[in-house]
């Protein structure tokens, strides 16, 4: 395994006399998918708008692809600003409503100064399962997920390498978001993507994730294979998160993972009212 392509050491972050992150250190390997689970509050999305340097850190180092992302000049963090991208959890906030999906997916070409044709946005759109006859129309006439492939056809216009995906599927009904997170599956494998995926549904970051790393109070907890803390969590407060999630309880106890598993590979049979398989 090479290096790892995002590398964070000792985030803090402060604001005024409040500490909300207190010294967190993570890498993300190439293609690897690392989960950050906590409960609200617990400086996730900060943690995560940092590796970004969409909020400055008050200490502790950022390097992406082995670049000092924090001490970066202008020039060169927006050439690094087109190779990590995110991916709100509110597809309905994300997107400006008065612009229609053409400009919409247009918008990051002409930001970066990147020539954009027809031809580009019908790949994205095609890449998210959406077609054509979406780019004269205005958000408001989409369901919300549509609305989060147009988000996620936006975030890999000019196809980044690393996705922070915080919540992406939160506000979804459980089928679409089976749906979303089968599609970002797909699209990781095909673009060969680095994901950092916040959630609060353990069941998803067991399917979805690599490694997690639990949050508590602005620190790590805990981490290690998504697996092994999902099924063995060794400390109280992963143990507890876990027990909060009763469908995830439920579904290892009566053995469904594998069944949601494959339900979400066909996400049709989630849509067709097997409850069961929930994912929160
Ligand atoms: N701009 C800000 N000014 C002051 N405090 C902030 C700011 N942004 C975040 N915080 C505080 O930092 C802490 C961590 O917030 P953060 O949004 O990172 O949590 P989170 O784990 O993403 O929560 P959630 O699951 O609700 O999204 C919270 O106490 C929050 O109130
Ligand atoms: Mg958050």
Redo the contacts with the bound molecule.
């Keep these: 395994m090479g290096a790892p392509l995002v590398i964070a050491e000792d985030l803090v972050?402060q604001?005024?006399a409040?500490t909300?992150?207190h010294g967190v250190s993570l890498y993300i390997q190439r293609g690897e998918t690392l989960g950050v689970v906590?409960?609200?509050?617990?400086?996730?999305?900060?943690?995560?708008?940092m590796l970004l340097r969409l909020?400055e850190p008050t200490s502790g180092s950022v390097h992406f692809d082995g670049t000092d992302i924090l001490h970066a000049n202008a020039h060169h963090l927006r050439a690094l600003r087109k190779r990590m991208q995110i991916v709100f959890?509110d597809p309905y906030a994300a997107l400006n409503p008065r612009m229609r999906v053409r400009q919409i997916l247009a918008e990051p070409f002409a930001i970066h100064k990147q020539p954009c044709d027809r031809a580009h946005l019908s790949v994205l759109l095609k890449e998210v399962g959406l077609d054509d006859s979406a780019l004269p129309r205005f958000p408001h006439e989409f369901s919300g997920g549509q609305r989060q492939r147009i988000n996620i056809a936006r975030a890999l216009a000019l196809r980044p390498e690393f996705l922070v995906l915080?919540?992406p599927v939160s506000a979804l009904d459980v089928s679409v978001g089976a749906q979303v997170i089968n599609l970002l599956r797909d699209l990781q494998r095909t673009h060969s993507l680095t994901y950092l995926f916040?959630s609060?549904s353990m069941p998803l970051v067991r399917y979805l994730c690599d490694r997690v790393m639990v949050?508590q109070q602005?620190r790590v907890v805990e981490t290690g294979e998504a697996v092994s803390v999902c099924d063995h969590p060794q400390q109280p407060y992963t143990q507890a998160l876990i027990a909060a999630t009763p469908e995830f309880t439920h579904a290892k106890n009566a053995k469904i993972v594998p069944d949601m598993q494959r339900s979400l590979l066909g996400a049709c049979d989630l849509g067709g009212g097997q409850h069961d398989h929930e994912l929160g």
Excluded: F, L, P, W
């Design positions: 972050k604001y005024g409040q909300v992150v906590g409960e609200s509050g617990s400086g996730k999305s900060t943690v995560a708008r909020c959890q915080d919540e916040i609060h949050m602005g």
